[in-house]
């Protein structure tokens, strides 16, 4: 005799489930060859010396911003970068206030910075790794190790290659480079998860 599976709804408020629920899931191979994956795959923190040489007004810094993140959609709760979020990183010293309107490079990779740990950490988390970064690393030294372990993070949770993980890059391993690989790994990680998500139709329930 066939057998027919009884679906039991968790409590009397729950939402009733279906067989069309309980359908496969998406294999790995097929999310890491959609688009939403190959999206991720293109992004590219970049180095220190590749932010913008000039100057640029708030909305410029936004618009530099989101073209860098754009890759990541996927796992960004809401837009970015506002300006009134611009606004209040300066009101909460994150981000040095501008000169005559004007952001530098400095200010444009605090605010890179931000954008990506915000995602899952608290302002005051942040501003923890901020004084202790003003302790131990110029910015440019400690910006262009979080980029690099940005990317390698984002290519190992996206390529899984064999299962190789890239090695750290400091030149020395510190409890403050520890931190850095720590926060980027977690970003990575929410990056594939919501990526993910998203390629099973997340957006649409």
Same mark, same amino acid.
């Given at each position: @005799? ?29 999310f890491l060859n959609s688009d939403v994956a190959h999206a991720a795959m293109r992004f ?13 007004? %708030?909305?410029?810094? !936004?618009s530099f911003i989101d073209h860098v993140l754009e890759p990541l959609a996927a796992c ?8 009134? @979020?611009?606004?209040? $990183?300066?009101?909460? %010293? ?6 005559? *309107?004007? $952001?530098? #490079?400095?200010?444009?990779? %605090?605010?890179?910075? !931000? ?12 501003? %923890? @790794? ?6 131990? $690393?110029?910015?440019?030294? &400690? $910006? ?20 190789? #993980?890239?090695?750290? /890059?400091?030149? *020395? /391993?510190? #409890?403050?480079?520890?931190?850095? #690989? ?5 970003? &990575? ?10 390629? /099973? ?5």
């Amino acid at each position: @005799m066939e057998q027919h599976v009884q679906i039991i709804p968790m409590a009397d408020s729950s939402k009733h489930i279906t067989t069309d629920d309980l359908r496969p899931t998406a294999l790995p191979d097929a999310f890491l060859n959609s688009d939403v994956a190959h999206a991720a795959m293109r992004f590219e923190m970049p180095s220190y010396d590749d932010l913008p040489a000039v100057e640029l007004y %708030r909305d410029q810094v !936004i618009s530099f911003i989101d073209h860098v993140l754009e890759p990541l959609a996927a796992c960004a709760d809401g837009p970015w970068l506002t300006p009134s @979020m611009v606004n209040n $990183y300066v009101k909460q %010293r994150l981000v040095a206030p501008p000169v005559k *309107k004007l $952001y530098g #490079r400095e200010q444009v990779a %605090r605010l890179l910075v !931000i954008c990506i740990f915000k995602q899952f950490l608290s302002m005051d988390a942040i501003k %923890r @790794m901020f004084v202790i970064q003003n302790m131990t $690393y110029p910015v440019e030294v &400690a $910006y262009n190790y979080v980029a690099k372990e940005l990317n390698f993070a984002i290519e190992d949770n996206f390529m899984m290659v064999d299962g190789r #993980r890239h090695v750290d /890059t400091a030149h *020395k /391993t510190t #409890r403050e480079s520890l931190l850095v #690989r720590s926060a980027t790994e977690a970003f &990575a990680a929410k990056a594939f998860l919501m990526s993910y998500l998203v390629f /099973t139709g997340y957006e649409s329930l």
